[in-house]
């Protein structure tokens, strides 16, 4: 009777959380709920399946984040962001999410399982894909969908970048540093991107546009060669020559595993209310993978430091 007792004692011992909070996510947003659940000596770990920073380190400044007069780096400020949470003690590992169990806030990764009373979710989101034929066959030869990762495979060449928003004329400025030319594809008349990054566009001589014009094919036997594009006024299809593609026409939630677990909108972002909870209690979600209605870092920071605290709240009442 006896050693049964212990055997169900260490059992119990065995099924108590590791951690109290678990966020599954290296980006701007997860970096900054760890950096809150850490000054609340909360003891965190942080799983990241690619790099400590996300999609923020495929564009290479960031100008509108507060305090940065002149605009900083993106590996620089991740790796303060980094560096910071590190000396609280926060525990970041490489490692990618298989699976989450919502119910006992039990995860499994590649390395094993990790259990924690909360979990915050900043898993972010990916590149939505144009689905025209050539696109996944030369993907990685010629068409592309980070201009800091490939830019400088493209010097004096002619590329296109397809898109309106401020990450095309982001993008589109940084390809003149290499390019020969770059046409901006664009499937309106007028772009979305703010008017001060429209004025650099027009007083940029290696820029030209293309509007309300679609990608119909991208072509080419190894590597792209050219795009079959189709002007929707003119209702014409024509081909022109280019050697690369950079495709920025929005972001896909980074939420496949969590669909039938947590309630998602029609897209698959996961939707939260104000203290970041989601349908889960003990679940909750910041940055890109949210639904809401403005997509910045600088949002994805707020809503880390909303999630980290009401994690915190949640694990003390609990």
Request: aromatic residues 6%; glycine residues 8%; proline residues 2%.
């Given at each position: 009777?006896?050693?049964?007792?212990k055997?169900?004692?260490?059992?119990?011992?065995?099924?108590l959380?590791?951690?109290?909070?678990?966020?599954?996510?290296?980006?701007?947003?997860?970096?900054?709920?760890?950096?809150?659940?850490?000054?609340?000596?909360?003891?965190?770990?942080?799983?990241?399946?690619?790099?400590?920073?996300?999609?923020?380190?495929?564009?290479?400044?960031?100008?509108?984040?507060?305090?940065?007069?002149?605009?900083?780096?993106?590996?620089?400020?991740?790796k303060?962001?980094?560096?910071?949470?590190?000396?609280?003690?926060?525990?970041?590992?490489?490692?990618?999410?298989?699976?989450?169990?919502?119910?006992?806030k039990?995860?499994?990764?590649?390395?094993?399982?990790?259990?924690?009373?909360?979990?915050?979710?900043?898993?972010?989101?990916?590149?939505?894909?144009?689905?025209?034929?050539?696109?996944?066959?030369l993907?990685?030869?010629?068409?592309?969908?980070?201009?800091?990762?490939?830019?400088?495979?493209?010097?004096d060449?002619?590329?296109?970048?397809?898109?309106?928003?401020?990450?095309?004329?982001?993008?589109?400025?940084?390809?003149?540093?290499?390019?020969?030319?770059?046409?901006i594809?664009h499937?309106?008349?007028?772009?979305?991107?703010?008017?001060i990054?429209?004025?650099?566009?027009r007083?940029?001589k290696?820029?030209?546009?293309?509007?309300?014009?679609?990608?119909?094919?991208?072509?080419?036997?190894?590597?792209?060669?050219s795009?079959?594009?189709?002007d929707?006024?003119?209702?014409?299809?024509?081909?022109?020559?280019?050697?690369?593609?950079?495709?920025?026409?929005?972001?896909e939630?980074?939420?496949?595993?969590?669909?039938?677990?947590?309630?998602?909108?029609?897209?698959?972002?996961?939707?939260?209310?104000?203290?970041?909870?989601?349908?889960?209690?003990?679940i909750?979600?910041?940055?890109?993978?949210?639904?809401?209605?403005?997509?910045?870092?600088?949002?994805?920071c707020?809503?880390?430091?909303?999630?980290?605290?009401?994690?915190?709240?949640?694990?003390?009442?609990?």
């Amino acid at each position: 009777m006896l050693d049964l007792r212990k055997s169900a004692l260490k059992l119990f011992i065995s099924m108590l959380p590791i951690y109290d909070v678990i966020i599954i996510g290296a980006g701007p947003a997860g970096l900054t709920a760890a950096l809150y659940a850490g000054r609340s000596r909360l003891k965190t770990l942080v799983l990241e399946k690619m790099a400590i920073g996300g999609r923020i380190l495929f564009t290479e400044t960031i100008e509108n984040f507060p305090g940065f007069v002149n605009g900083i780096s993106t590996q620089d400020l991740m790796k303060h962001m980094e560096e910071q949470v590190k000396n609280l003690g926060v525990n970041i590992e490489l490692e990618e999410v298989l699976e989450l169990d919502c119910q006992v806030k039990s995860i499994k990764t590649g390395a094993g399982t990790h259990s924690a009373c909360a979990v915050i979710i900043a898993t972010g989101s990916h590149p939505k894909k144009l689905g025209c034929p050539g696109e996944e066959r030369l993907t990685g030869r010629g068409v592309s969908y980070c201009a800091t990762c490939d830019g400088p495979l493209f010097k004096d060449k002619n590329v296109v970048v397809v898109g309106g928003g401020n990450a095309v004329a982001e993008e589109a400025l940084y390809l003149t540093r290499f390019a020969k030319s770059v046409t901006i594809i664009h499937r309106r008349d007028e772009l979305r991107a703010s008017e001060i990054m429209q004025e650099r566009l027009r007083e940029n001589k290696k820029i030209n546009f293309r509007l309300s014009s679609v990608i119909e094919e991208i072509l080419g036997a190894q590597k792209v060669q050219s795009l079959k594009i189709k002007d929707l006024r003119a209702q014409r299809e024509q081909t022109i020559d280019c050697d690369g593609i950079f495709i920025y026409i929005g972001n896909e939630p980074s939420t496949s595993f969590f669909r039938d677990k947590l309630k998602l909108d029609e897209a698959g972002f996961i939707i939260t209310d104000e203290a970041m909870a989601t349908s889960c209690e003990g679940i909750f979600a910041c940055g890109d993978c949210r639904k809401k209605s403005l997509y910045q870092v600088i949002t994805a920071c707020a809503e880390g430091a909303v999630a980290a605290d009401s994690a915190y709240k949640y694990i003390v009442r609990t």
